[in-house]
């Protein structure tokens, strides 16, 4: 009776963390919050260059432990930005996904193609040695992109080559959280808000982008509901400052998100609500 008992309690509280974001990755200190400052960062970015935020989105396979570890020093979250639907042929593991597994080209990315997300099995070891490299860097987070594949494929386009369904797309984030968790890591939903109702408790935060611009941020605005981060980034080559400052700010911060305006390529430009 006692094992029985005791077991049901772990059970409650394995549950507990899940649901409250229990991988946070912020035994350093580094907690982040709804209206945490934030910056996304896909250049040239190492620990020489002075960050003023307290949450920052850096590339998963460039950014180096002394860099993650000076930024800690500083009091900032580190978020490993991971693509995990595409395969990108200048990553050093790009050789290890077997051919089945790749699809058609990305658009716009030459260099990137779409990944068989159904397919978990055959992904799993790559992914899982991609995930203990972010834990060993001492990443806090990861932000996997490119997992809504189905999106490319509605309405029969099969842009993908695999002709992805949402349910796929569900797989594979229930996946990717249990591993990301396993590892003392946060995770955050990327775009697909049209799922949010039913991951808002499994997902830590959430990333969404030109959300305000094409009227879909109010589909994650359950997040900072139940108090957990939103990160909203609007693009220039859609919108111009006043119009972020006018028609974005306002509503941010009303709903507690976290919202900035960048360049498309994500370099140091930052435009940020007062």
């Given at each position: 009776m006692k094992k029985i008992l005791f077991n049901y309690t772990i059970g409650l509280i394995s549950l507990f963390l899940v649901s409250c974001g229990g991988g946070s990755g912020d035994d350093n200190g580094t907690k982040m919050y709804v209206g945490s400052s934030f910056d996304w960062r896909l250049d040239d970015i190492d620990e020489s260059i002075k960050l003023n935020v307290k949450v920052i989105d850096v590339d998963a396979f460039w950014t180096t432990k002394e860099s993650i570890d000076a930024w800690h020093n500083d009091g900032i979250h580190v978020i490993a930005y991971l693509s995990v639907g595409t395969v990108e042929e200048t990553r050093d593991?790009?050789?290890?996904?077997?051919?089945?597994?790749?699809?058609?080209?990305y658009p716009n990315f030459p260099e990137e193609r779409f990944l068989d997300i159904r397919d978990i099995e055959a992904l799993k070891p790559i992914m899982i040695k991609r995930l203990d490299m972010i834990k060993e860097k001492g990443f806090d987070s990861i932000e996997p992109d490119n997992i809504d594949l189905y999106v490319w494929d509605l309405n029969d386009a099969n842009k993908t080559g695999f002709n992805l369904k949402e349910e796929d797309t569900r797989k594979y984030m229930d996946f990717l959280i249990v591993e990301a968790h396993k590892r003392g890591l946060s995770i955050g939903q990327k775009n697909t808000t049209d799922l949010s109702l039913e991951y808002v408790d499994k997902f830590d935060w959430a990333l969404v982008e030109s959300a305000f611009k094409f009227g879909f941020a109010d589909e994650v605005k359950i997040y900072t509901d139940k108090?957990?981060?939103?990160?909203?980034?609007?693009?220039?080559d859609l919108m111009d400052e006043e119009e972020f400052l006018r028609d974005v700010c306002p509503k941010a911060k009303l709903w507690g998100f976290t919202a900035i305006l960048k360049n498309r390529d994500l370099d140091s430009f930052v435009r940020r609500c007062p």
């Open positions: 593991d790009a050789e290890d996904f077997p051919e089945a597994l790749i699809g058609n080209v108090n957990k981060p939103v990160f909203a980034t609007e693009y220039t």
